[in-house]
């Protein structure tokens, strides 16, 4: 049972370039998300999918977009990276309401 | 504007004390409140779930308080150890809906000496 499974772990990017982040649970979950996590900023949401088949907008979706695949996956894209996007992104899953929140190990990206 | 804060300046204390730490939110009226633990480069972990009709929820050594008319959530670690050293998040679901959106804090990072 592994949880919430994010790769790569690290990536470089230049600006400009494109790529996809992505991510898998094994739990069942109806529900998944992107955040990223900056230093003295704490994680923010980035797009969440309630459901397969459904995506929305969080707290911070400019410069990206979000594919859930099936219920399993849900992949986050960067089209042309910039050096704001510096961060570390974490996906995570839930299976509703009052649940808790299984997160991946996190992808520390860097745009240069 | 609604904000949750944590104190951003890291509790230090030695080892054995009770850590305290405090969440505080403003313009929300989560039903339940959780916190988790974070360790650098890793994710974060759920430690334990508070609902709004309860004022108090222990595992182990941990205690959780919740106060909706302070807006105010306390978690405390007794018989601190090193271990327990990591950054500390608290986090809410604003919608109360059939679906979880978790807002979080910056959290609180603990460092606890020998």
């Known amino acids: 049972n592994a949880g919430v499974t994010q790769t790569p772990k690290f990536q470089v990017l230049k600006t400009g370039q494109s790529m996809t982040l992505q991510c898998a649970q094994d739990m069942n979950h109806n529900s998944m998300y992107w955040y990223r996590q900056d230093p003295g900023m704490g994680l923010r949401l980035i797009y969440y999918s309630a459901s397969e088949g459904t995506t929305d907008k969080g707290e911070v979706p400019n410069g990206y977009n979000v594919s859930r695949l099936n219920k399993r996956e849900f992949s986050l894209r960067l089209e042309s990276a910039a050096p704001s996007q510096t961060s570390v992104y974490f996906c995570?899953?839930?299976?509703?309401?009052?649940?808790?929140?299984?997160f991946g190990q996190g992808t520390r990206l860097t745009v240069v | 504007s609604q904000k949750i804060e944590q104190n951003s300046e890291a509790l230090n204390i030695q080892e054995g004390k009770t850590a305290t730490l405090t969440c505080n939110y403003t313009?929300?009226?989560?039903?339940?409140l959780q916190w988790y633990r974070q360790d650098p480069g890793r994710g974060p972990v759920f430690l334990l779930l508070?609902?709004?009709?309860?004022k108090e929820k222990r595992k182990e050594r941990l205690k959780v308080t919740f106060d909706t008319t302070l807006k105010q959530s306390l978690f405390h670690i007794t018989a601190s150890q090193p271990a327990d050293s990591a950054t500390y998040l608290c986090a809410l679901d604003p919608m109360n809906t059939g679906f979880q959106k978790l807002v979080f804090g910056t959290g609180t990072r603990l460092l606890v000496s020998p």
């Open positions: 995570a899953s839930t299976n509703g309401p009052g649940t808790e929140a299984f």
């Open positions: 508070i609902r709004e009709n309860e």
């Open positions: 313009n929300y009226s989560p039903a339940y």
